[in-house]
């Protein structure tokens, strides 16, 4: 099974996707985690990353594509994923060759999300105020596009990402059987 969680910053999407990689024993994988180790390396490409991602841009989707493609080309990924924060804008969407089984939209008011964001401790260099909002803002501007696209494919499963927890991992379960 190859599944995309989508959400704003502070949606619930590494909550959720760590719960279903155990649930349904198909590893879970995150965008942000791979830029993050990049970012550390002492490499020009490390750096671009690392500036990029604490502006709160996204890395260009060529990059992207290239990057996440290399991942799951490992073997522990050929029976199937979840990713998260993948893809993040149209072309993304549809240069991915892939493909997805099911996309998840997690979705939360900009205002719940900035609650949770700033009720957790500040643990990355790229989650200022600032970063973040800037996050949220290029999520409305270029991911609203690959929903939509998704929806259009039959793919799309809206869940209500202000449940708690457990019950957003039920019906997330419950849908997928």
């Known amino acids: 099974m190859k599944l995309v969680l989508i959400g704003i910053q502070g949606s619930g999407k590494s909550t959720q996707g760590n719960l279903l990689s155990k649930k349904l024993n198909i590893p879970y994988l995150s965008t942000g985690h791979i830029f993050r180790e990049l970012a550390k390396e002492k490499t020009q490409n490390g750096r671009y990353i690392k500036e990029t991602i604490n502006a709160g841009f996204l890395i260009p989707d060529h990059r992207t594509l290239e990057i996440v493609e290399e991942y799951l ?5 050929q029976n199937g994923y979840i990713l998260d924060g993948f893809p993040r804008t149209l072309r993304q969407a549809e240069e991915f060759k892939d493909g997805v089984d099911r996309a998840i939209f997690l979705d939360v008011s900009d205002k719940e999300a900035l609650w949770r964001l700033s009720d957790r401790e500040q643990e990355r260099e790229d989650e200022t ?16 596009p690959v929903l939509e696209y998704y929806k259009e494919r039959g793919k799309l499963m809206y869940v209500n990402g202000e449940q708690t927890i457990e019950k957003i991992t039920k019906e997330i379960l419950e849908r997928l059987n």
């Open 129 to 144: 105020l600032q970063a973040i909002r800037k996050r949220i803002d290029v999520f409305h501007e270029h991911t609203k």
């Open 73 to 77: 080309a490992k073997p522990q990924y």
